[in-house]
């Protein structure tokens, strides 16, 4: 009826099936066999989590607070993103939309990766079972999670956003939901990706977070990621960087590839930025059958999305 266009395949590693692009099922033994250095950092997610808020508060903690490269430099250029092998066009090659060619970018950086000097930051959003088994024994990784329903939303403008609906296809946030509750959306189901991470939150070298943690309190996980990355720095350098992620702020910036000016619509990278905005959205049918799939999809799990101050 409605349909995404991208070519999808489901990928199976170990007992959970994932739905994924075609252009990460071709290049399955490349990207499991990466190899990974002691002083690499990954930062990885499920899609909407948060991820590029955490790339940048990780990177500049990294990074002895470089401001002016962050402000320069994309942060798509700081981070390899390793997940697939794709062209735009290759991704919708029946399209005929013609603001695809505003989006046209190559992602290979599995291909990249092992001559890029050290140190590296990397960026997934494949479940943990999928990247190079020695990945946490060996690097400092990061993983952020987000409330589900929220993630949804912001992924329906994402799909917008990177025009992955068919553009004569009105889809509707709630087939949307209809689509991504079912595991057909790509990285979907979500909740066992999460709960990948969880499982592994004690490793040393795991840092896990939530998003609704950073909305509450980004300063304590700012104090938190130093600690973690053995980094010390004033009260008013932290403040510097707690200014520099505010959400208003990182709106200012485009991301590379994008298109540069973004309507004031809700159709932009930088959306909301807020926890609970699902509720603009879910009728009451959908609030009830997303409080029964977070019921059962919680049940074998202690993890719970912290509310929102
Ligand atoms: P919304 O669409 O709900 O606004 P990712 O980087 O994983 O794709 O996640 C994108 C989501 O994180 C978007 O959510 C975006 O607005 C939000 N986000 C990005 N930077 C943020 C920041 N500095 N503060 C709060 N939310 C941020």
Known sequence: KYYTGY????????????????GYGDHVPEIYNLDVRPDDIWVTTFPR?????????VWLIANNLDFETAKNVS????????DYRAQRFEIRP???DPSLKALTWTHDDFRTLPNMTSPRYVKSHLPLSFLPPKLLDTAKVFYIARDPRDVVVSYYF???LFRYFDADAAVEMKDFWDLFKNDLVMHTPILPHVKEAWLQ???????FLFYEELQNDVSSVIDKIC?????????????????HVNFNNMKKKPIAGLPKKEEETEITFFRKGKSGNWRQYFDEEMTKEAEEYMERNLKDTDMRFPSVI
């Open 201 to 207: 939150r004690d490793h040393p070298n795991m840092m």
């Open 158 to 160: 994402g799909h917008k």
């Open 94 to 96: 029946e399209s005929k």
């Open 49 to 57: 989590s948060g991820t590029t808020w955490l790339q940048e508060i």
């Open 7 to 22: 070519a999808r395949r489901f990928v199976r590693m170990g007992p959970q099936k994932y739905i994924l692009s075609a």
């Open 227 to 243: 600690s973690f990355l053995g980094k010390e720095y004033t009260a008013a350098q932290k403040q510097q960087l707690t200014e």
């Open 75 to 82: 942060i798509t250029k700081r981070y390899a993103y390793i």
